[in-house]
């Protein structure tokens, strides 16, 4: 069973950046889609982040311009480099397989994210 560990998050203030880290327990990361997704207080976990095999990645509307996926094979590490962030950014983050993925990894403990002043 593949675990994953998800860090980085924290206490920021509007407009700050953070940069999450999801590395998992076994060489996964180069033959499958990632994913980052996150889940607010009393709402839904949402996708965030795409990247596939090739680097390709995708993002959802909210985050665009403003939060980067990235993976470093070699670790078996992906990472969410989030800038000029919004309280509305306030989650607790996951990795896990993209969203073409039906089945998934055992869901980490996730990183928490609060974006207030």
């Known amino acids: 069973q593949v675990h994953l560990v998800e860090s980085g998050g924290g206490l920021v203030q509007p407009g700050g950046s953070l940069r999450l880290s999801c590395t998992a327990s076994?060489?996964?990361?180069?033959?499958?889609?990632m994913a980052w997704y996150r889940q607010a207080p009393g709402k839904q976990r949402e996708l965030v982040a795409t990247i596939g095999t090739s680097g390709l990645t995708n993002y959802v509307d909210s985050v665009k311009g403003r939060f980067t996926i990235s993976g470093d094979n070699a670790k078996n590490t992906v990472y969410l480099q989030m800038n000029s962030l919004k309280p509305e950014d306030t989650a607790v983050y996951y990795c896990?397989?993209?969203?073409?993925?039906?089945?998934?990894?055992?869901w980490g403990q996730g990183t928490r994210v609060t974006v207030s002043s």
């Open positions: 076994g060489r996964i990361f180069s033959t499958l889609a």
């Open positions: 896990n397989k993209g969203p073409s993925h039906a089945s998934k990894f055992l």
